[in-house]
């Protein structure tokens, strides 16, 4: 085992052409919900964005805010503030803050109506474009919004594949849209971070390359749980015996007794997708 930080691209022809069909219905949107993990604030926030929406208002929309370390997260969103987003963390699974996001939506479609009346236009009912990097909680964010399961939810990048609108109230109306990435990631490290939270398809991936940038975040930023949850203290220059500490730790060992790498890979990546490992933010402000 080596660490071998191959570069990572990944933009398949759905996510142009979504951009596409988002520029298309723009004139219709009055608001963006946009989706970024609190888990990396970050680097799931879509590098070319403003580009795509123009100037339409919008909420940075935060969610897995109960898998993150909120402290670190926090002075993210303090950062956002403070460049002028209004900023909504979200914990889906315990549905905390939606009303507060439906409140700030309100407030700007109150806004938004009253510049229609005075052009002489009537009020009319919000439209919010929901836009995100793929697997960051959209799916789940509408769902919740809704109260009934009207969209599909996959734990995989790419499985909402067109625009579609759902009636979230008698007030409001979300544009669903897949998840985009942009055509080149200049920062490789964004990338890594992007793949290890399983925003790109991991057909497309070195998964030990994922695994080992995995335990060296950790190393780095929480060495305390990656010892509670695989008892590795120090890492070693070919990841070896890290890879056979894990694999002892969780089981991962053939019939022979010999470590499965691969395994021990398909791990550490699920460990941190599902919040096994503890609460975790792999960004930092600079």
């Not at 002489?120 to 809704?146: D, E, H, M, Q």
């Not at 009636?167 to 290890?196: V, Y």
């Not at 010892?227 to 890492?235: D, K, Q, S």
Request: proline residues 3%; contains cysteine; neutral net charge.
């Amino acid at each position: 085992m080596n660490e071998n930080k191959s570069n990572i691209n990944w933009y398949p022809g759905h996510m142009a052409k979504t951009k596409r069909q988002i520029e298309e219905q723009l004139n219709l949107i009055d608001i963006v919900y946009e989706v970024v993990d609190a888990r990396m604030p970050l680097s799931s926030k879509i590098v070319d964005i403003d580009d795509l929406i123009k100037d339409k208002p919008r909420i940075l929309v935060m969610t897995k805010y109960d898998l993150c370390d909120k402290e670190q997260t926090d002075k993210i969103i303090k950062y956002y503030e403070g460049i002028g987003y209004k900023v909504v963390p979200v914990d889906l699974m315990n549905n905390s803050n939606l009303n507060d996001l439906l409140k700030v939506t309100e407030s700007i479609m109150s806004e938004e109506n009253k510049k229609r009346e005075e052009k002489g236009l009537k009020s009319r009912n919000g439209r919010v474009l929901i836009v995100g990097v793929p697997n960051a909680g959209k799916s789940t964010l509408i769902n919740r919004l809704v109260g009934r399961k009207s969209v599909g939810v996959a734990n995989t990048p790419g499985f909402t594949k067109s625009l579609s609108w759902i009636r979230i109230n008698k007030d409001l109306e979300l544009l669903d849209s897949p998840g985009i990435l942009w055509p080149k990631f200049e920062d490789q490290e964004q990338a890594h971070i992007l793949a290890s939270f399983s925003s790109i398809k991991e057909e497309i991936l070195n998964l030990d390359s994922i695994a080992i940038f995995i335990i060296n975040k950790l190393y780095e930023l929480y060495p305390n749980l990656l010892e509670e949850r695989y008892g590795v203290t120090e890492i070693d220059e070919d990841y070896i015996e890290v890879y056979d500490t894990i694999a002892k730790r969780r089981g991962a060992l053939t019939r022979g007794g010999v470590a499965d790498y691969e395994k021990v890979s398909n791990i550490i990546i699920n460990d941190l997708k599902n919040g096994y490992i503890g609460k975790v933010t792999f960004d930092r402000l600079k």
